[in-house]
């Protein structure tokens, strides 16, 4: 779990907080669709990561980089690690602890084998009674980088991971999501040696909030279902132990999310609206109330699910709804996209292109809803330079910074998110409107049209060669971006101006 950094930008960023009913930490939306429900046969794994105001970067680890010992600088957890290591994508924090990147979230390797790390969640009383979180067991700070370096499949990260969790133990509850070009596997860890994975069918989707959803397990099926060692004795002799009465277990199998997970209150306010609005843009022929106590965990989208259409599902804060925050905000439900997102990554693994360039790692710095999603390749030697400034997080005027840039939008859209003014033709319009939607718009095709130029040239590449031209299309695709963002936050600041409240002095001078 994450540890509270209190700033200026922090304080500032309060009033956004100020509806979540619990703590910043536990704030990240997912989405996963299956190869058969996207428009181009991908995979992709999706999650908006939102924890305050602090930057974040983008960087490649080198194929056997890792040390022999990893010691986690967050709260001490230790493991061994393997000779050899794969060359990794990560987005960690903007500041090291003691010399040590922390919370990679997410990635992509050399295998293309994807990981989201973490989608942070609540175990129930009963369930930590159990078996309680281990304090210096693995977690959100280290899972990214102790994982996804040595695994070959999404499965294979899983049972990684579950190996881990039943040894050392979890610190967390967590949900933790891998990927490769044939499977998605969801896996969600409830307790401190406890956890369950599934399998995402093909031709669905799944949007998962702060809450585990993971319901019936059937183990003797695992090419769908998988769980930590013993799991369903365990929970038949915590359901009848008389200081536990632990539920979630019936005739021999067990109901994760019921037995680990909560479902209370605070998740129809914070969680579970979140789903709704999710299903609610991928497959809008099924209507649902937003207070529905419960919601179906994969889906067919009513139409194939593109990249652009992830992004507007991690863009959203109830867009069109009377339950919009851009407006009257009804039922103060937590909406998907919120001004504390500090990034937000749609991680796709192509099955139309050669593997050497199938991994694509499209990341939004801040909020999506105010930034634009850029097409990494991973299969490069190094990222773009604005990408890893150091020395930022106090800094966020610090134009070289991609994180700042981007999150210099949102402040200010955040600040008059529900105002208008004039323009120049005298329409009324705001912000996002004027400014934001439009510059968007182009710039993302731009960066499409990019996209398809440099697969075209990548056929013809390969070795070496093949990973410094992708180097260098990521660090063009990089500036291009900033250039025309930073150009249209110029125009952002003066139309803001037009929307400032001047108030009246009570003050009096002599004259």
């Known amino acids: 779990m994450r540890k509270a950094k209190i700033t200026a930008l922090t304080l500032a960023a309060g009033a956004a907080l100020a509806f979540a009913p619990t703590s910043v930490s536990k704030a990240c939306t997912t989405v996963i669709v299956g190869k058969k429900a996207t428009t181009d046969g991908s995979t992709l794994i999706a999650r908006n990561e939102d924890v305050g105001a602090w930057s974040k970067h983008f960087y490649v680890h080198a194929a056997n980089s890792m040390p022999q010992t990893y010691i986690s600088q967050d709260n001490g957890f230790k493991l061994d690690l393997p000779k050899t290591s794969l060359r990794y994508t990560s987005t960690p924090d903007g500041e090291q602890e003691n010399g040590q990147w922390i919370f990679g979230e997410n990635g992509i390797n050399s295998a293309n084998v994807a990981m989201s790390a973490t989608e942070s ?21 280290s899972m990214l980088d102790v994982i996804l370096p040595y695994i070959h499949s999404a499965k ?5 991971l579950g190996q881990i969790v039943e040894k050392q133990g979890s610190a967390e509850n967590n949900g933790v999501i891998f990927s490769d070009k044939n499977e998605i596997w969801y896996m969600e860890i409830g307790s401190g040696h406890t956890w369950a994975a599934v399998r995402v069918p093909d031709t ?3 949007v998962i909030p702060n809450q585990m959803v993971i319901g019936k397990l059937n183990l003797k099926d695992s090419k769908n279902y998988l769980a930590s060692t013993n799991l369903t004795k365990k929970v038949k002799a915590w359901s009848k132990s008389k200081k536990i009465k632990m539920t979630g277990y019936s005739k021999g199998s067990v109901y994760y999310a019921k037995a680990f997970g909560t479902n209370d209150k605070t998740d129809s306010i914070y969680n579970r609206p979140r789903m709704w609005d999710g299903q609610r843009i991928l497959t809008p022929s099924k209507k649902q109330k937003i207070t529905k106590k419960h919601f179906t965990l994969f889906l067919k989208p009513d139409k194939k699910v593109s990249v652009a259409k992830v992004g507007t599902v991690l863009s959203s804060h109830f867009t069109g709804t009377k339950y919009s925050t851009y407006g ?4 103060g439900y937590r909406p998907i996209n919120v001004s504390t997102d500090v990034e937000s990554h749609i991680l796709q693994i192509r099955n139309n292109v050669k593997n050497e360039i199938a991994g694509v790692q499209w990341l939004a710095m801040a909020s999506p809803a105010t930034s634009v999603y850029l097409p990494f390749y991973t299969n490069i030697t190094d990222t773009p330079s604005q990408y890893k400034v150091d ?4 800094d966020p005027t610090n134009l070289k910074s991609a994180y700042w840039t981007y999150k210099t939008t949102g402040m200010v859209l955040e600040a008059y998110k529900n105002k208008s003014f004039l323009d120049s033709n005298g329409k009324k319009t705001n912000l996002m409107t004027k400014d934001v939607k439009p510059t968007k718009k182009a710039v993302t095709a731009k960066l499409k049209a990019n996209l398809a130029a440099s697969d075209q040239k990548a056929k013809s590449l390969n ?3 093949l990973s410094k031209y992708l180097t260098e299309q990521n660090q063009q695709n990089a500036d291009y971006a900033q250039s025309k963002w930073q150009t249209m936050n110029k125009s952002l600041i003066v139309h803001s101006n037009k929307l400032a409240s001047v108030t009246k002095s009570k003050l009096t001078f002599n004259k």
């Open 121 to 141: 969640g609540t175990s129930n009383k009963k369930a930590l009674k159990a078996d309680p979180l281990f304090k210096n067991g693995i977690s959100e700070a």
């Open 156 to 160: 294979e990260g899983v049972l990684r």
């Open 204 to 206: 669905k989707y799944a």
């Open 328 to 331: 009257k905000w009804k039922g």
């Open 391 to 394: 020395g930022d997080y106090q």
């Open 463 to 465: 070795g070496d060669d």
